[in-house]
């Protein structure tokens, strides 16, 4: 497995619609474990294929020990509305409240290929309303009013002097032990 890089606000690929997935190969495979990988390295709860600078139509989440990996996802039957603050990987320090449905069900491709169907609440609804966006060019910011989408560019204008080529690269944990035995050193 390998950590990805992932590409933020300013990268075309955020903008851009995926491809549905015909047939999961082994490349897919390896691909979602990397994903995994770099979800977590990043502390996030989810990550979409375009954020790793891909164009297949692909998400991976994690969502109180609930991981699953979605090829060609399709929401049926939102319900309910709440309000809450996200962020995403890819607009790192920016956070804005998004309503979102609270019940939905999932439907999809899972790792081997084979349909299935998940019925999610709450912060994994969330979380597949926010990935699945991400699979047609849309990120949490288009959901926000003129002047709290006017302070969240205000703010990511100061971050992402952080990320001159658009990409975060990421340093998994046991390379930052290494690291820090070498300080130790
Ligand atoms: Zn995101």
Redesign the pocket.
Known sequence: MSLLDIHVLGSPVLRQETRPVETVTDELRRLVDDMFETMHAAKGI?L?AP?VGRVERLFVADVDDHAIAVFNPEIVSPEGNAKAEEG???IPEVYGDVERATHLVLRGLDRDGKPFELAATDLMARCIQ??TD?LHGR??LDYLGVFKRRSAMAKWEREKAKYPALRRTLISARDLAEQHNEEAL
Do not use: I, M
Request: aromatic share 10%; proline share 0%; hydrophobic share 35%.
């Open positions: 989810g979409a954020q995403c990987l890819s926010h990935e991400h990120l949490f």
